[in-house]
């Protein structure tokens, strides 16, 4: 799954770690939820689980309780996270340039590059993660 693979969870962690992938909810059709214990996401960790799942509700739980739930939200525009798949975009070259990504479109995921415009999908995330 997308999600685990970005938060490098290996099944050997200590501690309970739930997830949930399309389960019902009001707001929209399906929603997915991931139910970690004793582990912080750092901001980055969160953008990248926005934009593969950007209705996904992140339940950090500690000892049995729920101690903070964190609805993702996609930041409209994404630094160094992800890198230009234009492989003559100037953030991929050895220039100290920062790659710089427009949110165009959540779903379908859309990004265009700051610098050269490509448009990146969430097939050309996914390659990098
Ligand atoms: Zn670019």
Request: charged share 25%; aromatic share 4%; with cysteine.
């Amino acid at each position: 799954m997308d999600v685990v693979n970005i938060l490098g969870i290996t099944g050997r962690e200590e501690g309970t770690i739930t997830i949930a992938i399309n389960v019902p909810s009001k707001r929209c059709k399906v929603k997915d939820i991931v139910k970690i214990e004793d582990r912080e996401l750092n901001p980055q960790e969160v953008h990248k689980i926005a934009l593969l799942a950007p209705h996904a509700t992140i339940n950090i739980i500690r000892g049995y309780k729920v101690v903070k739930k964190q609805e993702v939200k996609l930041p409209n525009v994404i630094e160094s996270i992800v890198k230009c798949a234009n492989p003559v975009c100037i953030s991929n070259s050895n220039e100290p340039v920062r790659s710089k990504f427009y949110v165009d479109s959540e779903e379908p995921l859309l990004l265009r590059c700051h610098y050269c415009g490509y448009m990146m999908e969430k097939k050309d995330v996914l390659l990098q993660f």
